[in-house]
Nanobody, 117 residues
Framework: QVQLQESGPGLVKPSQTLSLTCTVSGGSITTNYYYWSWIRQAPGKGLEWMGAIAYSGSLYDSPSLKSRTSISRDTAKNQFTLQLSSVTPEDTAVYYC?????????WGKGTLVTVSS
């Protein structure tokens, strides 16, 4: 069974870059037609899709966050990462990684990131 686990700092200062890693087990991130996404949920708000990386390495961006996000992968470690630059307190949220075969079948438990000085 595919499992995902987010990791990274729980506190980031304003204007800094938020960096998170998702470690995938039970399956390879290069498996054909699997897509791996980052999603977040700010307090009191709905889920927001941030972007994705495909099994092939192709990238998909959210138009609203495109200028600040960077998604990459390390196939040797079976991980994919998120970087969000120039963060503000409005970026405080629970960040999830998710993936699956043309769908987000599998989700991590989420990690809370607080942006505060």
């Amino acid at each position: 069974q595919v499992q995902l686990q987010e990791s990274g700092p729980g506190l980031v200062k304003p204007s800094q870059t938020l960096s998170l890693t998702c470690t995938v087990s039970g399956g390879s991130i290069t498996t054909n037609y699997y897509y791996w996404s980052w999603i977040r949920q700010a307090p009191g708000k709905g889920l927001e899709w941030m972007g994705a990386i495909a099994y092939s390495g192709s990238l998909y961006d959210s138009p609203s966050l495109k200028s600040r996000t960077s998604i990459s992968r390390d196939t040797a470690k079976n991980q994919f990462t998120l970087q969000l630059s120039s963060v503000t307190p409005e970026d405080t949220a629970v960040y999830y990684c998710a993936g699956g075969h043309y769908a987000m079948n599998y989700w991590g438990k989420g990690t809370l990131v607080t942006v505060s000085s």
